[in-house]
């Protein structure tokens, strides 16, 4: 591998940054809204398939609460 000083390194990674295309507020804000809103969905799912496995354990062998 190629030795290279940390100068050119730190003009290369400017360089790169420079190209990201980084998102707006708007977009930040949907996704972060996005995101929340499929937690609250994923939650919802998970208590149900929870409270429906309780009820068949405890249906076949009559333990827990």
């Known amino acids: 591998m190629a030795k290279i000083n940390p100068g050119e390194f ?3 990674v400017r ?3 420079a190209k990201v295309t ?3 507020r708007k977009e930040t804000t ?4 996005m995101v ?3 937690l609250f969905v ?3 799912f998970f208590y149900f398939v929870d409270q429906i496995l309780a009820w ?3 249906l076949v062998l009559g333990i827990g609460a």
């Open 10 to 12: 730190v003009r290369e």
């Open 15 to 17: 360089q790169e940054v």
């Open 22 to 24: 980084w998102p707006t």
């Open 30 to 33: 949907v996704t972060t809204v």
């Open 36 to 38: 929340f809103v499929m």
């Open 42 to 44: 994923l939650m919802i």
């Open 56 to 58: 068949g354990i405890q």
